[in-house]
């Protein structure tokens, strides 16, 4: 069974970080291109970041050079480094394999980031 659980979300001032993490279980994260997904209010989900199988990361373009998508194979947990936050960084955070997100399949409950100006 499939189980994502996202945390580290919180509340933070705008140019500060925040770390997220994706435990990952019933999905091997280094076998499968894991992302960061995020949803504003009123906005549908998009994608963020992912990590290849391969090890290669991608970016959407408003978040390129401050975020830093990684992952810890022993642990099995995919993160998100978020740095320079701006406020309309805020969104539910999401982690997913994109295979899983194309089917709209094993949503975690997210997590919150909400940054103030």
């Known amino acids: 069974q499939v189980q994502l659980v996202e945390s580290g979300g919180g509340l933070v001032q705008a140019g500060g970080s925040l770390r997220l993490s994706c435990a990952a279980s019933g999905v091997i994260v280094w076998l499968n291109n894991m992302g960061w997904y995020r949803q504003a209010p009123g906005k549908q989900r998009e994608l963020v970041a992912m990590?290849?199988?391969?090890?290669?990361?991608q970016y959407t373009e408003s978040v390129m050079g401050r975020f830093t998508i990684s992952r810890d194979n022993a642990k099995n947990t995919v993160y998100l480094q978020m740095n320079s936050l701006k406020p309309e960084d805020t969104a539910v955070y999401y982690c997913?394999?994109?295979?899983?997100?194309?089917?709209?399949?094993?949503w975690g409950q997210g997590t919150q980031v909400t940054v103030s100006s």
């Open positions: 997913n394999s994109n295979i899983y997100a194309l089917r709209n399949q094993h």
């Open positions: 990590i290849t199988s391969s090890d290669h990361a």
